[in-house]
């Protein structure tokens, strides 16, 4: 990693010693938007032509089109929505949406993958969030000031990170495919130790415990801000975003059903099944649609009931939304074996969901942390001193 920052830097002393001109977007580009394009004229006119849309990789095409808009080397950015301020570099025929915007290099001072690499770590910054929609417009793009340094010292950076770049994706294509395999172990052992016949005793859910519940809460009765977190089916096992405040929390804990910490919560709606053990600390689920079977642990773990939930076939009810009613999760037969049985399966089945699950160890943990040391040396290869 050494030997490549001091090339870098040797030449940046060489050749600007004193720092380098900063200059804004629109004084060495040209920029454009790109245009509305339905689905139905995707289809009219299906051909080779990527177009490209709203995306967060350079693999994402929107459809193709049997003609093309530009042909070259440009660079694309998003304007709106999540992804607003995604640079990508492209080189070819192509058209862009009119969630997309083009830049076109015009000053033979700039390397177009340089700008590139430059843009993607700056532009999220001049991202606008104004009435909920993230954007980045054409006006704030072309008043971004970006380093200027000599030819040579771009095409050696563009040439490292380049480098960077491919062995970063082999990387990251090594990872996700062993951590592919983990999974395909995990689920193999879960299911081998999960899977029991007629020598151990099956209780149905309603023998295991009461199906509980929150009190309901009512829209008035939510803050959009406030000191405890109000779960509903859409923010299950994500971010909140809701609220109640304490007086009303501390009213229905006390009066009405509540879990105990350690208990797992289930979603009976939306996306049924997912899990979500109650970490005790204070915060509030919607009735009906988030539940717990009130077990004793002397009985059935509360772990070993987070494993079953996995791979149990939920047997549901409705229309367009699916919904796990009561009287059906009661009738849900599940193994009982003894409590050592059911520690030892725990003990391993967590060794595993660690390894596979928890971004702070295992293989998730070192996926990041290699993206961020990628991000380090790009950080450090793209800063510079700007000449007074």
């Not at 570099?89 to 001072?109: E, H, M, P, Q, W």
């Not at 340094?149 to 990251?172: G, N």
């Not at 415990?209 to 406030?226: A, D, H, P, Q, Y």
Request: neutral net charge; hydrophobic residues 35%; contains cysteine.
């Amino acid at each position: 990693m050494t030997k490549p920052m001091n090339k870098v830097e040797k030449l940046i002393a060489e050749l600007c010693p004193d720092g380098v001109e900063f200059r804004n977007v629109g004084k060495i580009c040209q920029i454009n938007r790109g245009r509305v394009m339905s689905k139905d004229y995707l289809r009219s006119n299906v051909g080779e032509y990527p177009v490209y849309s709203s995306q967060t990789t350079d693999e994402g095409v929107f459809g193709r089109i049997n003609t093309y808009d530009y042909d070259g080397e440009y660079l694309t950015w998003t304007t709106d929505g999540a992804n607003a301020g995604s640079i990508f570099y492209r080189n070819g025929k192509f058209s862009i949406t009119n969630v997309c915007g083009l830049l076109k290099v015009k000053a033979d001072s700039v390397n177009t993958k340089f700008l590139a690499y430059i843009l993607a770590t700056v532009s999220k910054k001049y991202v606008s969030a104004g009435m909920g929609n993230p954007k980045i417009m054409s006006n704030v793009m072309e008043k971004i000031k970006i380093p200027i340094p000599p030819l040579t010292v771009q095409k050696e950076i563009v040439k490292i990170l380049d480098t960077f770049t491919k062995l970063e994706a082999e990387l990251e294509a090594e990872l996700e495919a062993e951590l592919e395999a983990r999974k395909k172990q995990y689920a193999y052992y879960r299911d081998e130790l999960l899977t029991f016949g007629e020598d151990v005793e099956w209780k149905t859910l309603g023998e295991v415990g009461k199906v509980s519940m929150c009190k309901r809460i009512f829209k008035n009765e939510t803050l959009t801000n406030g000191d405890i977190p109000f779960y509903k089916i859409g923010t299950f096992g994500k971010q909140p975003d809701a609220f109640i405040s304490r007086e009303v929390f501390d009213e229905y804990r006390r009066k009405f059903s509540y879990p105990k910490k350690g208990d797992v919560l289930l979603s009976a709606s939306g996306t049924i099944g997912r899990r979500v053990i109650y970490n005790g600390e204070p915060a509030y689920f919607q009735d009906s649609n988030i539940i717990w079977i009130d077990n004793d642990e002397s009985k059935v773990l509360n772990k070993f009931l987070y494993y079953l939930y996995e791979i149990i076939e939920w047997k549901t009810e409705g229309g367009t939304i699916q919904r796990l009613y009561n009287d059906n999760l009661k009738k849900i037969k599940i193994p009982a074996p003894p409590l050592a049985e059911q520690e030892r399966i725990v003990a391993i089945l967590d060794k595993f969901d660690a390894l596979v699950n928890d971004i702070s160890v295992g293989l998730p943990a070192e996926i990041a942390a290699r993206r961020k040391q990628y991000e380090h040396y790009r950080e450090k290869l793209l800063t510079f001193q700007e000449k007074q």
